[in-house]
């Protein structure tokens, strides 16, 4: 049996011994203990370094508000950062170790800090790491990401699986101690579908580690009932070790559930789940933290909370240590003090800040053989790696000093209580506002945003009936609220209650030098190092708002986001600005309440899962043929088809020259393809695009753009006429759902009048673009019957006819600038239609090309892409494409801002060609372009390249950019500056090959 | 993560719709007869208020209807769903 371990007590099962190891050291635990009390059982408090001082720290607390013992679990793929020693739950062959204590928890080279404090006081690295500049690279930062605390990343995948979980409840309680319990089954009992969510191993929180009775059986055997009762409830969903991380608007909570955490890692099943609730009432029975006070040196270890000092020995019998002293100014460390006595520790006395100690827990110390020393305080502590004594001395009647005679008393612990502070995390996290309560000296929830109610500690009603009580009346008003009967109402639960007296708000204890003289140090933030002096002297350099304060001085921005820190820097603050703690404000919580691992978040979402990918109906062939693949919006595209080893550049010279000197064959089905149909379609065609469709023949196509009311560029594309009010539009790949829901607005709320239906048809198709001077001898061989000369079928017409035994649309429209048939057959025949084209194709060197080749081929003819030529602030003349907008159209999308006089200036950014100079040059995309070969940053920029390639076909380099002035400056030289070089190149129109058009008609 | 009752599915999570802005806005019926300063009132002044807000959300990933939520903009509080024309903020409820 370890050292502070009691023979009996506690809710651990001695008859299963665990070993784990802790900073190399082997230990043993037992079935039920956390981490930290296993820790504690084996006599060890030191379990980490400070982040700036590198102070030695110990266990403070013994749940989720703890500052210091974070730990790191296990190594390789399970590593995990981040953790809480007091929530890890002990499992057999546990490793752990600390997270801040480089080069070792014993020796800290980090210590060294101590000797400069001067240094690192508020704002620090505002102060100390500024100047001189080139300092922070090389010098500061490195010092500070090696010596400070923070967690390494894991550096390899998580084997782990994950998963998430939607579920739905008429009322969702958030904790399971007193209030929570009564409050889940008064909803459970009307019939109400429950959720009841605790993030403990076991139901009853505070209740755990309570010695008094319950309706006169022990507490816990009344936790027990209450949970067998609620699980007996059909509609009830019983959640431990699940917590509530966050509470976002509409009542939609976030849990994180740990399902197989405490038995190890790579359990396997599910390791931890993310619950994602819509509640329509909540029940927030969260509990409350207890503060510490802030004394000087209040961070050694084997100083700890009084709540955890009597969790740890009445919950998991382990004495914090052999002798102790109990530091308070409330009653309910007296209740530890008993405890703490009762199971075998030395209480050499309750040094209470109060003057005086006349109350009924007073009495009832006393009466258990207690010291209670009055009106004084602990003005100092020996001892580094633990605690070794306390110097008591008498406190002024302000509270502001101490004097008189000083008494040393030795102990190897002390147990703290600076008053609790309800945990308003969720209700914050919710909207909901907050006041505080002078007599309760804490915050406490006032308003409600959303459909919740808080009850218990967690509303400031610290003390067991009166949780009970409220936690019945939250569940019966959640039931009235969701429109469900109450049960009948039965009498509650009957305790034991004892009179408590009032709590005496001391914010800072003084010590025997003014607080941030001497080497003694008033700790408000132990988890990130932050002083009661260093509160104060940002006050005096004028950090008034809590908000400012806490980025300043980095109070409450740890991983523990100040559960035990933030009322007391909050009242420090106040203290020092003279003004009451209302006005000086309190801080907002979000979420999460405590840290979630990113499998959690991730769930299953993760590998080919991350993200939604489509396909087309050839997607097989492609990948067969080896093609690499680019996300175009959310769709899969061939990028290209590499051919025996061959580079990128390599495979799209071979596929551009294919096409321009044979025939090659793009997957186009991406394309998005919106079937109009209805009497008033060319009319509502005519009102969304730039130019006119009335006059469109049946079996015509035409390009259209659509603009934006401001009248930029928002798409393009062709459209079909198919019959008198019958047309087919495609869009964009990535553009397609954006259009359509741009089209159904306007039809719906601007021209409801007008008889147009739109129907999404983007994967009903398979489009097989057949392109070069080879395509049409090609496409005559698969559709023997379709007369294919330039009078029968024209550029920019659509014919039905029967391909390879597939009845089919082609459609004769080109991106590529040759001529070009687009055979579209359904979906399903798509890869039989592409199959058949490549039997046929062999003998004429049918080439498969991708998205690059289209690119280029599309560049070397200057047709634009929207979103690569356009970037929301382009007009269809600022493309140089004048022809496309109607002058006779009253009115289009778009048309009245042609005349705004910055849409009409003539100096505007506009499409041009370049070529570099060096024809072997490639301009980047994205490069900015300058009038001055040789200018200084900062100089002018007239723009920037929109496209930019190598032209296989011209054997040179081709790019288009957006220029002011564009159209006045052909034929000039204008400058590319990359940094490393600069390039000049020639403004020229944007077209480069075949102007004419004449083998796109051919 | 809001909840929003699409007047035609039903109340759905905010994932499934898409938000269009300010509601009542109507496009100018001849927007040439407006002057420069009254077309760029239509296209970029919107009212942004602090409290209850008219606006619009269409149901994209389910029955793609364009309707209109009053909401308020610092609780987040929908007080009204509703189809057609403009009434003026508070009424209904
Ligand atoms: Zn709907």
Redesign the pocket.
């Known amino acids: 049996m370890a050292e502070f371990r009691n023979s009996s007590g506690g809710r651990i099962d001695r008859a299963r011994p665990l070993t784990f190891r802790f900073n190399g050291k082997r230990y043993q635990g037992f079935s039920g203990d956390t981490l930290a009390s296993a820790l504690l059982a084996n006599g060890v408090h030191l379990v980490g370094r400070s982040f700036k001082y590198h102070r030695p720290r110990g266990i403070v607390t013994a749940g989720a508000e703890e500052p210091n013992a974070l730990v790191q679990l296990e190594t390789g793929g399970y590593f995990e950062p981040n953790l809480r020693a007091t929530q890890v739950e002990l499992y057999d062959g546990l490793t752990a170790s600390s997270q801040n204590a480089w080069p070792s928890v014993d020796f800290d080279i980090g210590a060294i800090n101590g000797f400069f404090s001067k240094l690192f006081v508020a704002g620090f690295y505002y102060k100390t790491f500024m100047h001189p500049r080139s300092f922070w690279m090389r010098v500061y930062e490195p010092i500070i990401r090696r010596a400070a605390a923070g967690a390494r990343a894991p550096s390899e995948a998580d084997p782990d699986t994950y998963d998430k979980m939607h579920a739905h409840c008429d009322v969702l309680v958030a904790g399971a101690g007193p209030a929570g319990l009564m409050a889940a089954l008064e909803a459970a009992k009307a019939g109400a579908r429950v959720i009841v969510a605790d993030e403990q191993a076991e139901f009853g929180g505070s209740l755990l580690g309570e010695t008094s009775g319950i309706d006169g059986i022990p507490a816990a055997q009344w936790v027990e009932k209450m949970r067998a009762d609620l699980a007996a409830f059909p509609e009830v969903r019983l959640l431990p070790r699940t917590t509530v991380t966050g509470y976002y608007d509409h009542n939609y909570l976030i849990m994180a559930e740990r399902k197989t955490d405490h038995l190890g890692r790579g359990m396997g099943g599910v390791r931890q789940r993310l619950w994602k609730v819509r509640a329509k009432r909540v029940v927030l029975a969260t509990g409350a933290h207890e503060r510490p006070l802030v004394f000087a040196d209040n961070d050694r270890p084997g100083i700890m909370l009084a709540g955890a000092a009597r969790a740890y020995v009445n919950r998991y019998g382990v004495k914090p240590g052999n002798t102790g002293v109990v530091f308070t100014n409330n009653d309910s460390a007296y209740e530890a003090a008993i405890d703490l006595a009762k199971t075998g520790c030395r209480i050499e006395a309750i040094i209470d800040v109060r003057p005086q100690a006349t109350g009924a827990m007073a009495q009832k110390a006393r009466a258990a053989g207690l010291r209670i020393i009055c009106g004084a305080a602990i003005a100092g502590v020996e001892g580094a790696k633990r605690v070794k004594a306390v110097e008591i001395a008498p406190l002024s009647s302000d509270g502001e000093t101490v004097g008189g005679p000083v008494k040393r008393i030795e102990c190897d612990f002390v147990a703290v209580s600076g008053g609790w502070t309800p945990a308003v995390h969720l209700l914050s996290q919710s909207g909901g506002k907050l006041r505080f309560d002078e007599a309760k000296a804490c915050f406490v929830p006032n308003v409600s945003v959303q459909a919740e109610t808080s009850a218990g500690a967690c509303n400031g009603t610290l003390f067991l009936e009166g949780a009970l009580e409220e936690g019945a009346k939250a569940g019966r008003a959640a039931v009235e609220a969701v429109g469900l009967m109450p049960a009948q109402e039965s009498a509650l639960p009957k305790v034991e209650t004892v009179e408590a007296a009032p709590i005496h708000a001391l914010w800072i204890v003084p010590g025997k030098k003014p607080v941030g003289h001497g080497k003694a140090k008033h700790f408000v933030d132990a988890q990130n190092d932050v002083t009661a002096a260093d509160i104060m002297l940002a006050s005096r350099e004028g950090y008034r708002s809590v908000e400012h304060l806490k980025r300043y001085t980095t109070t409450g921005m740890g991983t523990d986001q100040g559960k035990t820190s933030n009322v007391n820097a909050l009242a420090i603050l106040s203290r020092t600005l003279s003004s009451p703690i209302p006005s000086v404000g309190t801080t907002t919580f979000r979420p999460p309440y405590t840290p979630v691992t990113y499998g959690t978040l991730a769930g299953r979402d993760v590998g080919e899962l991350s993200d939604v990918a489509r396909v087309t109906p050839m997607h097989g062939w492609h990948v067969a043929r080896g093609a690499v693949f680019e996300d175009v919006g959310q769709w899969k595209r061939p990028w290209y088809y590499p051919k025996d080893g061959e580079s990128l550049r390599e495979a799209v010279n071979r596929e551009c020259l294919a096409v321009r000197n044979g025939v090659g064959i793009l997957d186009a089905s991406t394309l998005g393809k919106i079937d109009i149909q209805g009497p008033d379609a060319a009319e509502f065609l005519n009102r969304v695009y730039t130019n006119a469709w009335s006059k469109l023949g049946i079996g015509r196509c035409r390009y259209g753009i659509m603009c934006k009311e401001d009248g930029m560029v928002f798409d393009d594309g062709v459209t079909t006429r198919l019959g008198e009010n019958h047309f087919l539009m495609t869009t964009t790949t990535g553009n397609a759902a954006a259009v359509l829901d741009r089209l159904e607005d306007y039809l719906q709320t601007e021209w409801p009048d007008l008889k147009v239906y739109l129907t999404s048809v983007t994967e009903h198709w398979a489009t097989a673009s057949i392109a070069g001077p080879k395509a049409r001898e090609l496409v005559g061989e698969l559709a023997p019957d379709l007369d294919l000369s330039n009078d029968a079928f024209p550029f920019m017409s659509m014919k039905e006819a029967t391909v390879a035994g597939l009845a089919a649309r082609i459609y004769r429209i080109s991106f590529t600038g040759e001529l070009s048939y687009e055979i579209n057959v359904p979906a399903y025949q798509g890869m039989a239609l592409w199959e058949a084209i490549f039997a046929a194709g062999e003998t004429h060197g049918l080439t498969p090309y991708g998205t690059e080749t289209m690119h280029v081929l599309r560049a070397e003819k200057g047709f634009i892409i929207v979103g690569q030529e356009t970037d929301g602030t382009v007009t269809p003349f600022d493309l140089g494409m004048d022809w496309i907008v109607s002058t006779k159209k009253p009115d289009f999308v778009g048309k009245r801002s042609f005349s705004r006089p910055d849409t009409a200036r003539t100096d505007r950014k506009q499409l041009v060609g370049l070529l570099t100079e060096d024809p072997e040059e490639v301009l980047p995309e994205g490069a900015q372009i300058t009038a001055d070969a040789d200018g200084t940053p900062p100089m002018p920029m007239l723009g920037h390249v929109t496209s930019s390639y190598w032209s296989a076909t011209l054997g040179r380099s081709i790019a288009m950019a957006l220029i002011a002035d564009g159209g006045n400056r052909q034929d000039t030289t204008v400058h590319a500056p990359l940094g490393v070089k600069t390039l000049a190149c020639k403004v020229v129109k944007p077209v480069f090959f075949d102007s004419e058009g004449a083998r796109l008609n051919g | 993560m809001l909840l929003i009752e699409?007047?035609?599915?039903?109340p759905?999570d905010e994932i499934?719709f898409a938000y269009g802005g300010e509601a009542h806005i109507a496009r100018p019926a001849d927007p040439s007869k407006l002057s420069d300063a009254e077309w760029a009132e239509f296209l970029f002044f919107r009212s942004n208020p602090k409290g209850a807000h008219r606006e619009r959300w269409v149901?994209a990933a389910?029955?793609?209807?364009w309707f209109n939520v009053e909401r308020d903009t610092v609780s987040y509080r929908i007080s009204r769903v509703y189809t057609g024309a403009c009434e003026p903020v508070g009424e209904g409820q």
């Open positions: 699409c007047p035609w599915c039903g759905r499934e149901h389910g029955c793609r209807r």
